[in-house]
T-cell receptor, first 113, second 114 residues
Framework: AQSVTQLGSHVSVSEGALVLLRCNYS??????LFWYVQYPNQGLQLLLK??????LVKGINGFEAEFKKSETSFHLTKPSAHMSDAAEYFC???????????FGAGTRLTVKP | KAGVTQTPRYLIKTRGQQVTLSCSPI?????VSWYQQTPGQGLQFLFE???????NKGNFPGRFSGRQFSNSRSEMNVSTLELGDSALYLC?????????????FGPGTRLTVT
């Protein structure tokens, strides 16, 4: 069965600092991996996804993630945090021929001025 | 393109009642999935519909059901509501069944059961 684990339910950074949100996956087959962001009282917005090919994936709003098979990781980074990045972030994995997406528990990002 | 729309955005129901939630996917998307989001359980997959057929189902009781119409719009029904059904219900659409395309989420319907 596929699953993801997000390390750290809450991450706090200063504005301008590096953002690092950690995600490890478990999958018996090459996974499809995603990062989503959720702002209060809203649905989820797709930040980026890894399917095949280049292991460094660039997404919207300056975020990127690197797929590391040897570490079964897919950590999300952003070089410089903005106040507007404060939100909840979810890592997710899905199978090859279905959209049964399994989400991590989420990481709430706080950005301090 | 218009995004995924869900109606209503907010609902208050009483225990024992039933409720129907509606979802309109992005134009051209044929897969619609439903998720339940709660503080305790997080995001949990309910079911996925494609071409009017349920293709996948999560671990939820039979009180939770859904359907998809020929125009890809989908409805989700919960019968005999329980307090624990209070949650944000999210609908997501995707062009195909292939998991790698990613899903696009609507704003959700917040259901409160009293």
């Amino acid at each position: 069965a596929q699953s993801v684990t997000q390390l750290g339910s809450h991450v706090s950074v200063s504005e301008g600092a590096l953002v690092l949100l950690r995600c490890n996956y478990s999958s018996s087959v090459p996974p499809y991996l995603f990062w989503y962001v959720q702002y209060p009282n809203q649905g989820l917005q797709l930040l980026l996804k890894y399917t095949t090919g280049a292991t460094l994936v660039k997404g919207i709003n300056g975020f990127e993630a690197e797929f590391k098979k040897s570490e079964t990781s897919f950590h999300l980074t952003k070089p410089s945090a903005h106040m507007s990045d404060a939100a909840e972030y979810f890592c997710a994995v899905s199978g090859n021929n279905n959209n049964d997406m399994r989400f991590g528990a989420g990481t709430r990002l706080t950005v301090k001025p | 393109k218009a995004g995924v729309t869900q109606t209503p955005r907010y609902l208050i129901k009483t225990r024992g009642q039933q409720v129907t939630l509606s979802c309109s996917p992005i134009s051209g998307h044929r897969s619609v999935s439903w998720y339940q989001q709660t503080p305790g359980q997080g995001l949990q997959f309910l079911f996925e519909y494609f071409s009017e057929t349920q293709r996948n189902k999560g671990n939820f009781p039979g009180r939770f059901s859904g359907r998809q119409f020929s125009n890809s719009r989908s409805e989700m029904n919960v019968s005999t509501l329980e307090l624990g059904d209070s949650a944000l219900y999210l609908c997501a659409s995707s062009p195909t069944l292939a998991g790698g395309r990613g899903q696009y989420f609507g704003p959700g319907t917040r259901l409160t059961v009293t």
